[in-house]
């Protein structure tokens, strides 16, 4: 794909819906007593993953084009796969499925493309270990295939014992697994991680009538607690935009000059919406609109004015919410007067790519002064940057946030492998040619 600078850009944006909200909403849907309806869900690759997976454990699932209909079977409804559950490149359904399924009295095995079978489950698997959990590494390196429950008798049923899990990091993958192991354990289960990750599994989970807890304690820490439940039932969600992908369009709102932007229902979610407040920190011009509260999830309008950025610091408690922004951060920071910092994000080393390594490779490609570090990078902004060849790894995220540095930089960029786009934002480029004057 090819990207040329633009003079400005105009319009109004719908975002595709949230991908963690949509995730969940097909798990719990499914793990709930009746029909659970579905409005503007992401029809990504990631999600369409989670949906073949629950249709190989005996769900029935309506993918309509205006609403998807999940007939949940209730908790103990699931049947056993007749065939190994393909996660594709999701590590999200990976994740949290491998919660609920050690829970289930049948063995399963997970196993995604080469990119998910390359990247780290053991931060799951302990703590389900620890809950009594038949869980392992089918290549022994604690990564997919994973094989679960593989050595249960015909009839027999998982024995989970609640735990209280102190998290190393703040990962709501982590959390949401061991809390919905938690949904089939004995006792109480508890996660306390070192600030409060994205809480989209609390909510919604509760929605559907779990009996989940928090608690911030003063250390800016977190305790997420869950009891056993006897039932979920069948709920109505509206999904909201997906703040990560309206990322994109509020950067190019902000860098390319004689643009204003309406993104309209995004999500908000404190746990999730740092990059709101990192955009504040650089100056940026940014006004909420229609603020409303939709199935438990904040939601605004934004309007996105071009903007002179300027560097800021980025670390500590803000960085789990907005991991996933970080390489569109970046990019907003090669542009900015100063230097940015970014620290306490090694997070990133172990998503689709290692951020730090292939968001560093293409500001360089496109002139920017960058360092990387061990958990994160120095940014030395205000230099003009130009056109480049940027290789996408196959990671969406990477692919989008060069797409939108080359609309601000001189030249031509090129994108290669951008049909990555289609895990979480499938008409990326067809929105983003329709907002350019």
């Known amino acids: 794909m090819e990207i040329k600078a633009t003079k400005g850009l105009r319009g109004e944006i719908c975002v595709p819906g949230d991908k963690s909200i949509s995730h969940r909403s097909i798990m719990f849907g499914a793990l709930a007593k009746g029909t659970t309806e579905i409005t503007h869900f992401l029809q990504g690759a990631d999600c369409l993953s989670t949906i073949g997976c629950f249709r190989e454990m005996g769900i029935e699932i309506e993918n ?129 991680e070192p600030v409060l990750s994205r809480n989209h599994t609390e909510l919604m989970l509760n929605g559907f009538g779990a009996q989940i807890t928090t608690k911030i304690h003063d250390d800016s820490s977190a305790t997420i607690a869950i009891a056993p439940c006897e039932e979920l039932f069948g709920q109505n969600i509206h999904v909201p935009g997906d703040i990560s992908s309206a990322a994109y369009f509020i950067a190019a709102g902000l860098l390319v000059p004689d643009s204003e932007l309406l993104i309209k229902n995004v999500g908000i979610n404190p746990t999730r919406a740092g990059i709101l407040e990192v955009c504040k920190a650089m100056g940026a011009d940014i006004t909420y609109l229609n603020e409303k509260t939709d199935s438990g999830e904040p939601t605004a309008d934004l309007l996105v004015k071009t903007s002179t950025l300027h560097g800021t610091t980025i670390e500590g408690a803000i960085i789990p919410t907005l991991i996933d922004e970080i390489p569109m951060i970046a990019v907003m920071a090669a542009f900015a007067e100063g230097t940015t910092v970014i620290k306490d994000a090694a997070e990133l080393k172990v998503k689709e790519t290692d951020r730090i390594q292939t968001t560093c490779e293409g500001l360089r490609a496109m002139g920017t002064d960058i360092i990387p570090t061990e958990d994160g990078m120095i940014i030395h902004g205000g230099k003009a940057l130009h056109g480049g060849i940027i290789n996408s790894y196959l990671d969406h995220r990477i692919a989008m946030a060069f797409a939108i540095a080359g609309l601000a930089a001189d030249g031509i960029t090129t994108i290669e492998n951008s049909q990555c786009v289609d895990v979480s934002y499938p008409d990326f480029f067809e929105t983003l040619k329709r907002i350019q004057l």
């Open 64 to 192: 309509r084009p205006e609403k998807i209909l999940v007939h949940g079977k209730g908790l103990h409804g699931l049947s056993s796969p007749s065939t190994i559950l393909d996660v594709g490149n999701s590590g999200t359904t990976t994740r949290l499925i491998s919660g609920i399924l050690s829970g289930q009295p049948f063995p399963t095995i997970l196993s995604g493309d080469a990119s998910l079978n390359s990247r780290p489950m053991k931060r799951i698997m302990e703590p389900l270990q620890l809950m009594g959990a038949d869980i392992e590494s089918k290549s022994g390196n604690g990564c997919a295939p994973l094989i679960i429950n593989s050595h249960l008798k015909n009839g027999d049923k998982p024995s989970l014992t609640g735990i209280h899990y102190h998290s190393k990091v703040a990962s709501a993958q982590v959390k949401s697994a061991i809390l919905l192991a938690g949904l089939y354990a004995d006792g109480i289960t508890k996660v306390t």
